[in-house]
């Protein structure tokens, strides 16, 4: 079963461009997936992450306090400037611009893990900032979003910050709780967590496509090319600043990965909420995830072949 669920999870992408593929094309297919169903799979995916996550995992931050605190720094300011800085590049519509913006400042996204995994990067520093950007979402993600994104649209700042609350500190923290209390029961649930998130954002991005397939169709070469050049960026950025500051080859490739990868699930969930008369803002963070795992994918690949020196 596990070797299954490995099978599974590594052809993610697959999955994911194939079911967005049928959505656009079939939306009434996946129509059904709305706003609900929407925010209640992606908060089951931040607590399968929370019941893979130990007391321990979280005293790790001592061990590499200035790795986790460059990751982290360069995940909430790297990315939302570049998507901002697209944004007026491109001259973007105001639905898209609004969609890479919330996209760029959110936190760093599950499959980050796995293709830091893939790469040989440092896998515990890539758990780490994965764990402590989500948990500050609530903070960095709204206030990104109303100081970028609030010229195109009002933001509500409260409510971007509450539902960012809801999507993934609570589910999270819940998990950890879990865990601690209940390890055994935890270990059991817990490790269909990855699984878990892979079907989540599956069928987020099937049911977001299938509600903005007009609007995809109309824009799908500023959608492409918004994700293309916001991921690449990312990557190469993350790669080059610790690199330049002379850190380990694992860990320039953690903070890369970290850096380019963003939780497309969650920019998806709160642009749908947020933004309803904007359906390219959910548009771009469907493209966003398609996107990065494509590019982490590729990455994976060539770093797989150069193992890092000790």
């Not at 790790?60 to 400037?81: C, D, R």
Request: net charge positive; glycine share 8%.
């Amino acid at each position: 079963m596990t070797r299954f669920l490995n099978w599974f999870n590594n052809l993610y992408p697959v999955w994911l461009v194939t079911l967005a593929v049928i959505a656009f094309f079939k939306p009434q297919t996946m129509l059904w997936f709305d706003k609900p169903w929407i925010f209640w799979s992606l908060a089951a995916s931040m607590l399968g992450m929370g019941l893979t996550l130990s007391i321990d995992d979280f005293k790790a931050i001592g061990k590499m306090p200035g790795s986790v605190i460059f990751g982290f720094t360069a995940q909430y300011t790297v990315m939302p400037l570049i998507g901002w800085g697209m944004t007026k590049a491109l001259n973007m519509d105001p639905g898209l611009a609004v969609g890479v913006i919330l996209v760029a400042s959110c936190p760093g996204g599950l499959a980050s893990n796995m293709i830091s995994y893939l790469s040989r990067a440092n896998v515990a520093l890539s758990v780490t900032l994965t764990v402590t950007s989500t948990l500050f979402a609530f903070i960095f993600t709204p206030a990104w979003t109303v100081a970028l994104a609030g010229k195109y649209v009002p933001v509500d700042a409260w409510a971007l910050c509450l539902s960012a609350l809801q999507l993934t500190v609570a589910p999270v923290v819940i998990g950890v709780l879990l865990r601690w209390k209940m390890p055994r029961t935890a270990d059991k649930i817990g490790a269909c967590g990855p699984t878990i998130a892979v079907i989540a954002f599956i069928l987020v991005s099937g049911g977001i496509v299938a509600a903005s397939a007009d609007a995809i169709a109309q824009h799908f070469g500023d959608l492409a090319i918004a994700a293309f050049v916001l991921h690449v960026a990312g990557f190469v950025i993350g790669y080059i600043i610790p690199k330049v500051l002379r850190y380990p080859e694992s860990i320039s490739r953690a903070v890369s990965i970290e850096v380019g990868m963003q939780n497309g699930g969650m920019a998806a969930t709160l642009a749908r909420q947020h933004f309803p008369a904007m359906p390219l803002a959910a548009a771009a963070a469907v493209f966003s995830g398609v996107m990065q795992n494509i590019i982490g994918g590729l990455a994976a690949a060539w770093w797989k072949r150069r193992p890092p020196e000790s």
